[in-house]
Nanobody, 120 residues
Framework: QVQLVESGGGLVQAGGSLRLSCAASGSIFSINYMCWYRQAPGNQRELVAAITSGGRTNYADSVKGRFTISRDNAKNTVYLQMNSLKPEDTAVYYC??????????????WGQGTQVTASS
């Protein structure tokens, strides 16, 4: 059994900052990719940022220069530092990870989501 638990969402004024965390726990052998997605009402879920096990990162054009993804492999945790937040960043943010379990099989896991609201 593997779980992803997110924290750090909330309400902030436009221009402000938030830091999201997502901790993986359970029968983990290793973690490959770790990502953050978001979904605003009426929109499809979209990839915000991704980081590989080696630390290579990728960002959506809309967040480049404002958001930073990082991970602590010792803690099985991924972070998303969000600066200069805009009202259009308002969404539910989901953590996603490709995790190899102790049975040697890789699965794709999702967190429960955390609400981020940037007010104008």
């Amino acid at each position: 059994q593997v779980q992803l638990v997110e924290s750090g969402g909330g309400l902030v004024q436009a221009g402000g900052s938030l830091r999201l965390s997502c901790a993986a726990s359970g029968s983990i052998f290793s973690i490959n990719y770790m990502c953050w997605y978001r979904q605003a009402p009426g929109n499809q879920r979209e990839l915000v940022a991704a980081i590989t096990s080696g630390g290579r990162t990728n960002y959506a054009d809309s967040v480049k220069g404002r958001f930073t993804i990082s991970r602590d492999n010792a803690k099985n945790t991924v972070y998303l530092q969000m600066n200069s937040l805009k009202p259009e960043d308002t969404a539910v943010y989901y953590c996603n990870a490709g995790i190899v379990t102790t049975r040697g099989v890789e699965y794709d896991y999702w967190g429960q989501g955390t609400q981020v609201t940037a007010s104008s």
